[in-house]
């Protein structure tokens, strides 16, 4: 299932992970995460919906390695001829497909969500040819890039600054409430990384996981930051 979130951008659904991968009509139509597994079918129907074929595709970029989002990366490159971008973090990851660490609860709904998350999803993925070129405020085409870790070391999230529009990956999530992504690998710096995110300007949110916002999206965030900061120490 896809549906359009703002002129040039759609969203991807995979239901096995409830996760969202993006078609981006940018400097070149750009893939933002891959999807699960086995459901690169997904992306490519989405694609033709859109009148593109997996050929048009100009470059894939990965918010981070875990299989949810990196799942279909060296099936879609190998039929598109796409290059890959990846931070230095994820790229053995991704390059090599090395096993990945599990996650923790970083939040109350992972005490619910991260047992299913171990089982459910492979913690390896198809190894691809990657270029390691997300770092700190280098631009991918019209994308800077926000270095977020905590879900996953070597974690990035985008910024459209022209169209404002943010892609959090998993530094963020919409699922039941805005906020940190319930599992991290570090929950502290996730929970850094996601008040930093909140410092940047943007109208609109597209998340991995959970519903886009599409208006006043950064404020949002400082909202929620503030409100769930622990309150400093008595004097």
């Known amino acids: 299932m896809s549906r359009e979130i703002v002129p040039g951008v759609v969203e991807v659904l995979f239901a096995r992970a409830l996760v969202h991968a993006y078609i981006v009509w940018a400097d070149v139509p750009t893939l933002i995460d891959t999807g699960t597994p086995g459901a690169a079918k997904t992306l490519i129907t989405a694609l033709e919906a859109s009148d593109l074929r997996p050929e048009d595709i100009g470059r894939i970029v990965l918010t981070h390695a875990h299989s949810d989002h990196a799942g279909n990366a060296a099936q879609l490159a190998q039929r598109s001829g796409a290059e890959v971008h990846v931070s230095p973090g994820t790229a053995p990851f991704v390059r090599e497909g090395r096993e990945q660490p599990r996650p923790q609860v970083a939040t109350p709904l992972g005490k619910l969500m991260v047992p299913y998350v171990k089982a459910a999803l492979p913690w390896r993925v198809e190894p691809v040819e990657v270029q390691e070129t997300l770092v700190e405020g280098a631009m991918i085409g019209p994308f800077r890039v926000l270095e977020t870790p905590g879900h996953q070391a070597g974690h990035v999230s985008l910024l459209w600054e022209e169209r404002s529009v943010l892609f959090t990956g998993d530094a963020a999530a919409n699922i039941t409430a805005l906020?940190?992504?319930?599992?991290?690998?570090?929950?502290?710096?996730?929970?850094?990384?996601?008040?930093?995110?909140?410092?940047?300007?943007?109208?609109?949110?597209?998340?991995?996981?959970?519903?886009?916002?599409?208006?006043?999206?950064?404020?949002?965030?400082?909202?929620?930051?503030?409100?769930?900061?622990?309150?400093?120490?008595?004097?």
């Open 179 to 235: 906020g940190p992504h319930p599992a991290a690998d570090d929950p502290q710096r996730q929970s850094e990384s996601f008040e930093r995110l909140g410092r940047e300007a943007f109208e609109t949110a597209c998340f991995g996981h959970g519903r886009a916002l599409s208006a006043g999206a950064a404020g949002r965030f400082r909202a929620t930051a503030t409100a769930t900061a622990p309150a400093p120490a008595a004097a």
